[in-house]
Structures are given as C-alpha cells and as structure tokens.
C-alpha cells in the first residue's frame, strides 16, 4: 500500500514559483517509482479537480494541461521514491490544492480520470495572491 505525502506548497506572488514534492513510501520490494504512472491534481474553490501533469511508468515521457503547458514541469527522483512539479511564471489562476496520484503500470494522460489513480496524498494549498 503506497502513501503519498505532499508538501512545498504556500504563497507566492504573481510570477514567482514554487517547487511542491510528493514522497511515496511503501513501494513493494520488487518494484520502484519507474513501475508507476504519477500525477499532480489541483482543485480550486468551488472548481472540479483538474489534472496538471503526469509522468508515465515506462519511460517517463510527461504531458500537461494547455493551461500550464511551458510553465509547469513535473520529474521524478526513483531513488529517493519523490515526484516533484517545479512551477514557474505562477498566475492567480494556479491557486488550488495541489494533489499527488499514483497508479501501478498504467498509461495515462493528463486528462486521465481520478479514479484511475490508487494512490492519493492529502494535498497541498498553493496560493498566488499581491
């Protein structure tokens, strides 16, 4: 059973950036971070949560949302099992709850639906506010 566990969100100004990590813990001996499809979910107030970005399992090739496409990057770190989304040029639209998803060799897109994912973190608020 993974756990997932978010943090580096916070405040930032319009054009700054922030780096929020995802640690996953539990990971079955015979397997590592690569075995898994990971992505980043965000939910503002009042909004559906939305899919950002993803990583896949084989391979790690990536794809975004149009809305942070060239701003956000997501990367993974297999030996310290950790999924990171650097964002940059953050705009007041970003602000949300940024949540971490994991699933076991599936190929998924960022439009991907939620209950795809097994694995859920408990999220972390960014807020992108003068």
């Known amino acids: 059973q993974l756990q997932l566990v978010e943090s580096g969100g916070g405040l930032v100004q319009p054009g700054g950036f922030l780096r929020p990590s995802c640690a996953v813990s539990?990971?079955?001996?015979?397997?590592?971070?690569?075995?898994?499809?990971t992505a980043w979910f965000r939910q503002a107030p009042g909004k559906q949560r939305e899919g950002v970005a993803c990583i896949r399992s084989s391979g790690g090739s990536t794809d975004y949302a149009d809305s942070v496409q060239g701003r956000f990057t997501i990367s993974r770190a297999v030996a310290n099992a950790t999924v990171y989304l650097q964002m940059n040029s953050l705009e007041p639209e970003d602000t949300a709850v940024y949540y971490c998803?994991?699933?076991?060799?599936?190929?998924?897109?960022?439009?991907?639906?939620?209950?795809?994912?097994?694995?859920w973190g408990q999220g972390t608020p960014v807020t992108v506010s003068s």
């Open positions: 998803a994991a699933v076991f060799m599936a190929i998924v897109k960022v439009t991907t639906r939620q209950y795809v994912f097994d694995y």
């Open positions: 539990g990971l079955p001996l015979a397997y590592t971070l690569e075995n898994y499809a």
